[in-house]
């Protein structure tokens, strides 16, 4: 089972910021939060990850809580193209074969709507 | 250019038959992985090779084999096909291998974009 819980579906109006949360209570300290986007009918894509700190990239900000066990994504300015399927997964630096770390489970559906 | 490609996208095949998935990468990445999405949109992982070694073997029925000529190939072979084996196959590449601690937080998964294999 995925160890991360995500809102089944969301609405975003374009032009506003979308905030993903997403819960990993059982985050372990050597484990990174990771988000990757599924647009209708193309593969995952990478978004963003973080450890402890907050993080920016030109796609998103991460926004992690201090105790590490939830934590958001934010889609400053949504627009038409960044409806997908959101997903957060962690993934420890020490993976050693533990495959449940790269399961992902149903993430969160954004809809951007007009 | 395309970073992760996979062939065909699309296969319709009847049931006991033999299909391969072939899938190239062209980012000099040392990792590649088939992963399976089933139609409750569960994405997992299969199997992946780092530089042509098979490191992660998840539980999937041996019919499923995969195999790496190179380590810009890895392609899926699947024998005996099943109704069960509907659902889409996405390869993948990482630079590094899963468990480098410490060159893994720049160790994104690029996918490709899928292969929609359909069991009849």
């Known amino acids: 089972d995925a160890k991360t819980t995500q809102p089944p579906s969301m609405d975003c109006a374009e032009g506003r910021a979308a905030n993903l949360p997403c819960n990993h209570s059982?985050?372990?300290?050597?484990?990174?939060v990771y988000w990757y986007r599924q647009i209708h009918s193309q593969g995952p894509q990478y978004i963003i990850h973080?450890?402890?700190n907050n993080e920016t990239n030109e796609m998103a900000s991460l926004i992690i809580t201090e105790d590490r066990k939830s934590s958001t994504l934010i889609l400053p300015h949504a627009t038409l193209r960044d409806t997908a399927v959101y997903y957060c997964?962690?993934?420890?630096?020490?993976?050693?074969?533990?495959?449940?770390?790269?399961?992902f489970g149903k993430g969160t559906k954004l809809s951007v709507k007009p | 250019d395309t970073a992760v490609s996979q062939t065909p996208k699309y296969l319709v095949t009847q049931m006991g038959n033999d299909k391969s998935i072939k899938c190239e990468q062209n980012?000099?990445?040392?990792?590649m992985y088939w992963y399976k999405q089933d139609s409750k949109k569960f994405l997992k992982i299969m199997f992946s090779?780092?530089?042509?070694?098979?490191?992660i073997n998840e539980t999937v029925p041996n019919r499923f084999s995969p195999k790496s000529p190179d380590k810009a190939h890895l392609n899926l072979h699947i024998n005996s096909l099943e109704l069960g084996d509907s659902a889409v196959y996405f390869c993948?590449?990482?630079?590094?291998?899963?468990?480098?601690?410490?060159?893994?937080?720049?160790?994104?998964?690029?996918f490709g974009e899928g292969s929609w294999l359909t069991v009849v």
């Open positions: 973080g450890l402890k």
């Open positions: 993948a590449s990482s630079r590094d291998r899963p468990g480098q601690s410490v060159r893994w937080s720049g160790n994104t998964i690029y």
């Open positions: 980012l000099g990445h040392d990792t």
């Open positions: 090779y780092n530089n042509k070694e098979l490191i």
């Open positions: 059982t985050i372990s300290g050597n484990e990174y």
């Open positions: 997964i962690v993934i420890g630096a020490d993976y050693g074969g533990s495959q449940g770390n790269l399961i």
